[in-house]
């Protein structure tokens, strides 16, 4: 049996923004110790949709910012306060 994975990241307005294959297995199901995933695939499947859930959350939070204007006043992360070039 082949498990193809994918994730699909969507705007605000509900339309699909990308499709991303994270990761195809083949996986064997003749034996109960085969059933599931590995802790391998399972660490690599989260590795995996961490970083490209990440990477289109920094592409949205910078192209949600005036790169026209100064970044560090209209851009805010949490409580983080820039150094103001002490």
Do not use: W
């Amino acid at each position: 049996m082949r498990v193809k994975l994918q994730l699909v990241i969507y705007d605000d307005d509900g339309q699909e923004e990308t499709v991303t294959d994270v990761v195809t297995l083949k996986k064997d199901h003749r034996r109960i110790e085969h059933l599931g995933l590995t802790l391998a695939e399972a660490k690599q499947l989260l590795n995996t949709i961490q970083h490209r859930v990440l990477q289109q959350q920094v592409d949205t939070f910078l192209d949600a910012c005036s790169y026209g204007q100064n970044i560090r006043t209209h851009c805010t992360i949490g409580s983080y306060k820039p150094n103001q070039g002490k």
